[in-house]
T-cell receptor
Framework: GEDVEQSLFLSVREGDSSVINCTYT??????LYWYKQEPGAGLQLLTY?????DMKQDQRLTVLLNKKDKHLSLRIADTQTGDSAIYFC??????????FGKGTRLHILP | DAGITQSPRHKVTETGTPVTLRCHQT?????MYWYRQDPGHGLRLIHY???????DKGEVSDGYSVSRSKTEDFLLTLESATSSQTSVYFC???????????FGPGTRLTVL
């Protein structure tokens, strides 16, 4: 069946790069998303990539898409304490739904 | 931020009581969604709406019903709350299916 998988935890030292990975079993030809959830808040759209692209860069964020391997990643350069959050990838499937991963909790070490 | 509010933000109730959560949007988006978020399960879709009076089930719809009588409001009802429905509930909206979803701040529900 349709599934989106992410590792649950990632610890990174402040100033280093964080790489959060996501694999999926199926997707529609459209956008794939990364959302960020800070403590006590709802999910906020962080960035997205169109399915015909393999890379998108937006300031400190780089999204890589490997359609052949069905792998999506989010790289955060120069990770800061404010980046501490849960990150969700979200993949449209079929005609009518988006499936969210379980989320990766990013912990920043001093 | 998209104009989405949820009420109440926190609620504690007892098993067997009915509970209604409200989602209100000011964006005039056609699609509205209710999710629950639980540790180890991430976000799971309960129900969604694709227009006034048009709703459909998600993957965890048992024990929940929804109504949408106006574009701006989407209600989630637990007819008889159970402890397994203790969760954080999020409403989301989107203009089109599979489009970017915008989330509300969430409602933390505790069923004792």
């Amino acid at each position: 069946g349709e599934d989106v998988e992410q590792s649950l935890f990632l610890s990174v030292r402040e100033g280093d790069s964080s790489v959060i990975n996501c694999t999926y079993t199926d997707s529609s030809s459209t956008y794939l998303y990364w959302y960020k959830q800070e403590p006590g808040a709802g999910l906020q759209l962080l960035t997205y990539i169109f399915s015909n692209m393999d890379m998108k860069q937006d300031q400190r964020l780089t999204v890589l898409l490997n359609k052949k391997d069905k792998h999506l990643s989010l790289r955060i350069a120069d990770t800061q304490t404010g980046d501490s959050a849960i990150y969700f990838c979200a993949v449209p499937v079929g005609d009518d739904k988006i499936i969210f991963g379980k989320g990766t909790r990013l912990h920043i070490l001093p | 931020d998209a104009g989405i509010t949820q009420s109440p933000r926190h609620k504690v109730t007892e098993t067997g009581t009915p509970v209604t959560l409200r989602c209100h949007q000011t964006e005039n988006h056609r699609y509205m969604y209710w999710y629950r978020q639980d540790p180890g399960h991430g976000l799971r879709l309960i129900h969604y709406s694709y227009g006034v009076k048009d709703t459909d089930k998600g993957e965890v719809s048992d024990g929940y019903s929804v109504s949408r009588s106006k574009t701006e409001d989407f209600l989630l009802t637990l007819e008889s709350a159970t402890s397994s429905q203790t969760s954080v509930y999020f409403c989301a909206i989107s203009e089109r299916q599979r489009d970017t979803q915008y989330f509300g701040p969430g409602t933390r529900l505790t069923v004792l």
